[in-house]
């Protein structure tokens, strides 16, 4: 037996591995060894060429050609013009000169040689064959095809036969592409000077010139909506059409261009964002309509943003006011064309809320609600009214909140009046505690509490319950709470900035106004801070009726909602209130009776366990008081008021009686109802109501004189029962003017003919001398003066 060898026995797989390795490195050499003879050999035919170049250069200087006479030539010729060369003037010539000549005449090619030779003598160098391609390549000025494009109408049938027709309704020159556009459309004779024209040939070429771009962009347009995919590139030559460069019709042209492309972009663009193509799907290869879409939705997004991008130009120098080289439009036009850009992106703004490019408009448009603020304001009230998941009121309260502090909050009003549009009725309150514990474990909680398996089926439905929710396309409703805090929450800072660092500006009503909209979503941690800022205003006797009447409304809104839990006695904003009833508007602007009633409802009716009787009784008689001097809309919300206010405290009905409670008088120039002894007065001014104009201001006088009761004879019928305060209000505005009281059981005919005709006259005579009550009023107030 031979001993065993220790070395091991290579595998197969191993042999195949090294031979591989020895084969690319057998490579490797040979293609190196290439390389260094390569290079040996360069060295050596660039060592050759300089030794043979050295030694020409040292070879004395001798004439390219010498002049022989021909065989046949005869000797007397060549005499004579030796004879002649002798006789030439030389001695007026210096002796450089002379050198110089004769050197050049050893050297010359063209005096020397011979003339009947073909041949160049400088063949090698080609020096004339690049001159004349370098001339070649010099741009030539194109000349002017004209084509005229043929569109052949319905025949005409005479005796005859059939008479084809057709017409030329546009000129289409070929002119060189400027700027990457193309300029096919651009109006034959443009730059015909039209100075030997008078003003109405000037007017109908003008008119002939805009019928004609008409036309052109109504064909472009109707092409790319009719079939989109196909002539989508037709969007890029009506672009074009933006920079016309005839100044007769460069104003208007642009104008209809813009509104036809945003028009087309509007009715072509598809319901969902066009993302770009990674890497591997460019290479992957796909059917052929997919990638004909591919193609539409690339030059789609690519037209897109450069509309927007000429859009945006044109608003830029309007604001600059600056006229740029070549310009086809003057500074005064510039204003029209900036409107019809913002209309135009307004539109987009609303018509495109998912497609590209939309928070870019949206950056685009916020700035100009300070300058354009009408319309740029109502098209962001539009989109916060109708944004339902609220990604776009975000994105618009952000870049608003980054304008108003960049511009130190000097921005105009309307501005913050816009965000009360917001459809907020919702937020999270506290995301920690609404999030699920099982759902979401981590990696520890699963391995303790989980099986591997168990892991394994947990991760599955995780991403097979993503993968639902996508498919599904529906608005989520965590996500949809989670942008709306954090939209309230920038609505917040936007407002407690202002009231800090800016409580004398002009945008103080705005931020009332708001906190007074979004109070019920305040989140408690700020009350405290808040209630103590809101009565430093309006002890500072700094604000308006109307402003102070939102720190009100605020307040009690906050204290009706979360706000409950707070033991608070906010008696001095029910002495504000008090305090400022009287001072209500008695004219048309009664705008702030709607906020009045907002916090009556809340202060008396909605808080009636922490109000006093004796605070009821006072605002009772104050309202009844007030009812006197308003317009009968306001007077119909304040006696509803009245009405709830008796329905919510029963023991006011003793201010029906002339009986007195208790001792002292009534004091209504007391600005405190604690102390102003209310109980000891009676509601007069129901009586004097009765004989009101309106018929419903009667209606509800009469009612609350007998103690306003819900059933009988004196109740009121169920449209006005079951009415609030405000929609009395808005109801029966001065707006319209329909004072017919509403009845429950008309009258029959019988009963109308049987009627009084006197009462009927009288309701005639109301309802006429309604129409005109404060001018009347004020007539004879004057008349009285003059007298």
């Known amino acids: 037996n031979k001993p065993r060898s220790k070395k091991r026995r290579p595998t197969f797989r191993r042999l195949l591995k090294t031979s591989g390795v020895k084969l690319e490195n057998k490579l490797k050499n040979r293609q190196l060894k290439q390389n260094v003879s390569a290079k040996k050999q360069r060295k050596e035919q660039k060592r050759l060429r300089q030794a043979v170049k050295g030694a020409v250069a040292a070879l004395p200087p001798r004439p390219l050609e010498t002049y022989c006479p021909r065989p046949g030539e005869r000797k007397d010729t060549f005499e004579e ?242 006229k740029k080289r070549r310009q086809a439009v003057n500074l005064q036009s510039y204003g029209g064309l900036a409107a019809v850009a913002v209309r135009c992106l307004t539109e987009l703004l609303l018509a495109l809320p998912h497609f590209n490019f939309h928070n870019n408009i949206i950056v685009l448009l916020v700035p100009l609600m300070n300058d354009v603020s009408d319309m740029c304001c109502d098209a962001f009230r539009k989109l916060f009214v109708q944004d339902k998941l609220g990604a776009a009121s975000l994105a618009t309260v952000r870049v608003i909140s980054g304008l108003v502090k960049s511009l130190s909050y000097s921005v105009r009003p309307e501005v913050l009046q816009t965000l009360l549009s917001l459809r907020i009725r919702e937020v999270k309150k506290d995301i920690e505690a609404t999030k699920p514990t099982k759902k979401f474990m981590n990696y520890q909680e699963k391995k303790k509490n989980l099986s591997r398996m168990q892991r394994k089926w947990k991760k599955a439905e995780e991403k097979l319950d993503k993968e639902l929710l996508e498919a599904e396309a529906s608005e989520n409703k965590e996500h949809k709470l989670k942008l709306h805090t954090e939209t309230l929450n920038m609505v917040f800072l936007v407002y407690f900035r202002i009231l800090k660092k800016a409580h004398r500006s002009a945008l103080l009503p705005a931020v009332l106004e708001g906190l007074a909209n979004f109070a019920h979503l305040i989140n408690l941690e700020f009350f405290d801070d808040l209630l103590n800022v809101l009565q430093n205003l309006i ?71 922490q109000v006093t009787l004796q605070r009821a009784m006072a605002f009772v008689k104050r309202l009844s008081t007030l009812s006197l001097h308003l317009l009968p809309d306001a007077s119909v919300g304040i006696l509803a008021a009245t009405r709830a206010a008796l329905h919510s405290f029963p023991k006011c009905d003793f201010l029906l009686d002339n009986e007195i409670q208790g001792s002292g008088f009534y004091l209504p120039e007391l600005d405190d109802p604690e102390h102003c002894n209310a109980q000891n007065t009676a509601l007069w001014e129901l ?96 008349r009285g003066l003059m007298k």
Not at 580 to 587: D, E, K, S, V
């Open 539 to 609: 002890q500072s006797g700094d604000l308006s009726n109307q402003e102070s009447l939102h720190c009100i409304q605020t307040v009690f809104t906050i204290l009706s909602g979360q706000g409950d839990v707070l033991n608070i006695d906010p008696l001095t904003f029910y002495q504000h209130l008090y305090r400022m009833l009287p001072r209500l508007h008695a004219g048309a602007s009664n705008d702030d009776v709607i906020i009045v009633l907002r916090c009556l409802d809340t202060m008396l009716t909605r808080r009636k366990k």
């Open 687 to 782: 009586h004097t109501l009765q004989r009101h104009y309106h018929p419903v201001v009667r209606l509800f006088a009469a009612h609350l004189s007998r103690g306003a009761p819900s059933e009988g004879s004196a109740a009121l019928n169920v449209e006005l029962s079951r009415r609030a305060p405000v929609e009395l209000f808005r109801d029966y505005s001065l707006k319209d003017m329909t004072f017919n009281p509403p009845v429950d059981k008309p009258p029959t005919k019988k009963k109308v003919i049987k009627s009084n005709r006197s009462e009927r006259n009288s309701y005639g005579r109301i309802c006429t001398s309604s129409l005109t009550p404060l001018r009347s009023c004020v007539g004879v107030f004057f």
């Open 81 to 322: 013009e030796e004879d002649f060369l002798e006789s030439l003037p030389t001695d007026m010539l210096e002796d450089d000169d002379l050198q110089l000549m004769s050197s050049m005449a050893q050297r010359a090619s063209f005096i020397t040689r011979d003339l009947s030779s073909c041949a160049p003598v400088h063949s090698g160098k080609k020096r004339g064959s690049e001159v004349t391609k370098d001339y070649e390549k010099l741009p030539r000025k194109m000349a002017r095809i004209e084509q005229k494009e043929v569109i052949h109408l319905l025949p005409i049938k005479d005796k005859t036969g059939l008479i084809p027709q057709k017409t030329f309704p546009i000129c289409v020159s070929e002119v060189g592409v400027s700027r990457g556009y193309n300029m096919s459309s651009w109006p034959e004779g443009a730059a015909e000077s039209m100075e030997g024209l008078t003003a109405e040939e000037r007017e109908q070429r003008r008119a002939q010139k805009i019928q004609e771009k008409k036309l052109r962009i109504a064909a472009l347009g109707s092409a790319v909506i009719s079939d989109p995919i196909s002539n989508v590139k037709r969007v890029k030559e009506l672009r074009g059409m933006l920079m016309e460069a005839d100044p007769s019709v460069a104003v208007t042209v642009r104008k209809l261009v813009m509104v036809s492309l945003m028009e087309i972009f509007k009715d072509v663009a598809p319901t969902y964002r066009i993302r770009p193509l990674t890497e591997d799907e460019k290479t992957t290869k796909v059917k052929k309509e997919t990638q004909q879409l591919r193609e539409f939705e690339e030059i789609l997004v690519s037209q897109y943003k450069f509309y927007l991008e000429d859009l945006e130009q044109i608003i830029k120098d309007w604001k600059q006011q600056k």
